[in-house]
Each structure stands twice: as structure tokens, then as C-alpha cells.
């Protein structure tokens, strides 16, 4: 992903705030303090947004770990997660696109033929590309949008409040492996599926926080064990 770099003790990411194009360096010590930089017309756009990238605007007010024994065992060791906020919907809302019905490897390799096909240099010392813009995408032809799947639905818009919003509450709606995670580690139910009205429904005790259980399940819970070889995923390209 040629519009992000990790470094040895943070991270840079080239962005297109409200207030033009930018990219924000972060980095942190072993002692927890941060420091941010930026370069670029967006500068003082992504300084002012940086505290909701560390996740610091994240409250836990109304959040109860207690509620289920396995996410108050997780909780204790996953106790520093956080819900973080970009708040550049546009960015986000194209990325998750991309990722719609394909692996995650597929979906970088689309998402980097992207920049490499509409976007522009990042401002900055890092050599990132931009994301393609607004501007960029409107002057792309339907030949062109179809070699990457584009559309948009419910996982896409419930991927893009997560990653640009950083709502607790927000559950990905659509997603394969989520179902399956949630039930199994707050009902014990080893049943492989997709039903989401199972899922919503062991979620409900935690309303206000049902994202943050999400994330926790998927990033410290467990999967049930597989009873059969890992399925054959079609790639949608070109179709």
C-alpha cells in the first residue's frame, strides 16, 4: 500500500483531508508519549485529528466487560484497545470498495493498482502516493470501474463508520468470519455461519459498545476448531 509506510517505531500515512492533501507521521516511545508531524496542505487538518488516530477521543463510558466472563477475560488482556477515528470518509469509503467479496489479498491488489492508476504524490518526506481523489474517480470510465468490483452495501458503509468514525457501536454487517466469532465466543456455539441475527442478538447486552466487542473478539477471542478444508475463493476480476 503505496499510500502508507510503517516505521520502526510508528507509522506515516498519506491523506486527502477537508483541507487538502497531506501526510501524517506518527510516532511513539516505550514510555507511551507520541509525537506527531505533517507535511503538506492538510498539515494542520491531520495535527488537529491526531489524538483520534492514537484512539484518545475514544470513551469507554457505558462499557461493561463483566456483562460475559470471556470478554471480561479478554478485556484484562487486551485492557489498552481502543476505537480510533481517521475522519476522511472518502478515503476509507474507497478502500473498503475494493474489498468487497474478495480475499484481503486480492483486495490490496486492487486497492494499489488503484493508486498506482489515479493518484498523485503525497506531500512529505516519506514517497507515499495520495489516494485517488473525488476529481480523479469522476473522470474514471465504467470499463475502467469494473476491473475492480466497484459497488457499495452494507459491509462496505458499516467498514467505513468503523475505520473514518470510530464508533463503538458500529457491527460489520456482511462480513464472513464475523458471525462465527462472535457466537463462538459468547455462546461456546462451534457452528461455522453467517447468520447475522444469531450474531446481533448475543451482541445486544453490550448495545453502545457492540463494535468494541467485535474488534476484541476478532483481535485476542478465538475461532472454533475447522472440521473441513479451508474453502476455494473465486476471484471476481474482470467479470
Request: hydrophobic fraction near 40%.
Amino acid at each position: 500500500d503505496r499510500t502508507k509506510s510503517w516505521l520502526p517505531d510508528g507509522f506515516a500515512r498519506a491523506v486527502l483531508t477537508p483541507g487538502g492533501p497531506g501526510t501524517l507521521e506518527l510516532r511513539w516511545a516505550a514510555g507511551g508519549e507520541a509525537t506527531a508531524r505533517a507535511w503538506g496542505r492538510g498539515a494542520t487538518w491531520l495535527i488537529d485529528q491526531a489524538d483520534a488516530w492514537l484512539g484518545l477521543r475514544d470513551s469507554l463510558d457505558g462499557f461493561d466487560p463483566s456483562l460475559h466472563p470471556s470478554v471480561a477475560q479478554l478485556w484484562r488482556r487486551a485492557s489498552g484497545q481502543r476505537m480510533v477515528a481517521s475522519g476522511v470518509v472518502w478515503q476509507e469509503l474507497l478502500q473498503a470498495i475494493v474489498g468487497q467479496r474478495v480475499t484481503s489479498k486480492d483486495a490490496a491488489g486492487g486497492w494499489r493498482r488503484m493508486v498506482g492508476a489515479w493518484s498523485e504524490p503525497a506531500p512529505g518526506p516519506h514517497e507515499l502516493m495520495l489516494p485517488p481523489s473525488p476529481e480523479a474517480m469522476r473522470a474514471v470510465t465504467y470499463i475502467d470501474l469494473h476491473r475492480f468490483d466497484v459497488g457499495l452495501g452494507a459491509w462496505t458503509a458499516t467498514t467505513v463508520a468503523n475505520a473514518a468514525l470510530g464508533d463503538p457501536d458500529v457491527v460489520l454487517i456482511g462480513d464472513f468470519w464475523l458471525p462465527t466469532a462472535v457466537t463462538y465466543n459468547l455462546t461456546g456455539d462451534p457452528t461455522y455461519h453467517t447468520d447475522e441475527v444469531r450474531m446481533l442478538a448475543a451482541l445486544e447486552p453490550f448495545a453502545g459498545h457492540r463494535g468494541r466487542i467485535c474488534k476484541l473478539l476478532l483481535s485476542a477471542g478465538s475461532m472454533p476448531p475447522r472440521r473441513a478444508p479451508r474453502p476455494a475463493y473465486q476471484r471476481i476480476a474482470h467479470r
